[in-house]
């Protein structure tokens, strides 16, 4: 395992329905730091994340999470994960299920309320999960995986569907948790204006890593101020390359 890693990812293979999904793809994420997962939709960015958290069956390679093999049992309560389909129970109020998950994992009451609050619902928290919008369902899922201050955070689209302030609000907490507090957040997203927002990017395409690299040095190897135009300088790079 790189030193100074949560995960390490080696020459990982994927394989769906006889067709390569991830091809090879080698990484590694620092601890404490927020790492963005770029890339189109169907780039293998969610299939990335299954192998990365355990539950993706692999042809080939090896993930190693916070020194153990992906998947293993004594990282369950170390690590948390929110898919982009909210994993909450939708006849349930929103404190109904962080009661319930707080259960599971053995958090207090009090934080309980510190993770509705840190998700922006303390004004909802009565409130039937069935009833909320996408997004609101969506932060009731990010604050179950909250609940026990896991070491490492694996959050899929985590933004999708969220008003501009509330998406500031939520890196802002994001920022909070791997700076202040040492956990290790790798998000995934579509949107490029989000890449800004982290230490370091995942740039890929088509079940392909094209490049590990910081926003700063994206811009400075590509010459493009805004990081949306860079990434698509990387992907004629690779296709450039691809076609020699």
């Not at 390569?20 to 590694?28: K, T």
């Not at 955070?153 to 890196?171: I, M, Q, Y």
Request: net charge negative.
């Amino acid at each position: 395992m790189e030193a100074g890693a949560a995960i390490t990812v080696e020459r990982l293979l994927v394989e769906r329905g006889g067709r390569e999904v991830l091809h090879e793809v080698s990484l590694s994420v620092a601890s404490g730091s927020v790492t963005g997962l770029l890339g189109p939709s169907g780039c293998g960015k969610s299939t990335l994340m299954r192998s990365i958290v355990g539950v993706q069956i692999v042809a080939a390679g090896r993930v190693i999470v916070l020194g153990q093999a992906a998947g293993a049992g004594d990282l369950r309560r170390r690590v948390g994960y929110v898919t982009q389909a909210p994993s909450v129970y939708s006849d349930l109020s929103i404190e109904e299920n962080l009661r319930y998950f707080a259960a599971i994992v053995g958090a207090s009451r009090e934080r309980i309320a510190e993770t509705i609050e840190t998700v922006g619902l303390s004004a909802r928290k009565g409130q039937v999960v069935g009833s909320l919008s996408g997004g609101e369902r969506s932060r009731v899922s990010l604050a179950t995986a909250l609940l026990n201050k896991p070491e490492l955070l694996v959050l899929d689209e985590p933004t999708v569907g969220l008003d501009p302030v509330l998406r500031a609000e939520l890196w802002a907490s994001f920022h909070e948790l791997a700076h202040d507090e040492g956990t290790t957040l790798l998000i995934s997203s579509h949107v490029m204006d989000e890449a800004s927002e982290c230490d370091s990017l995942l740039l890929m395409r088509d079940g392909a890593l094209l490049e590990q690299i910081t926003p700063d040095e994206l811009r400075a190897q590509t010459g493009k101020d805004d990081l949306g135009q860079a990434f698509l300088a990387v992907i004629e790079r690779a296709q450039r390359e691809a076609a020699a």
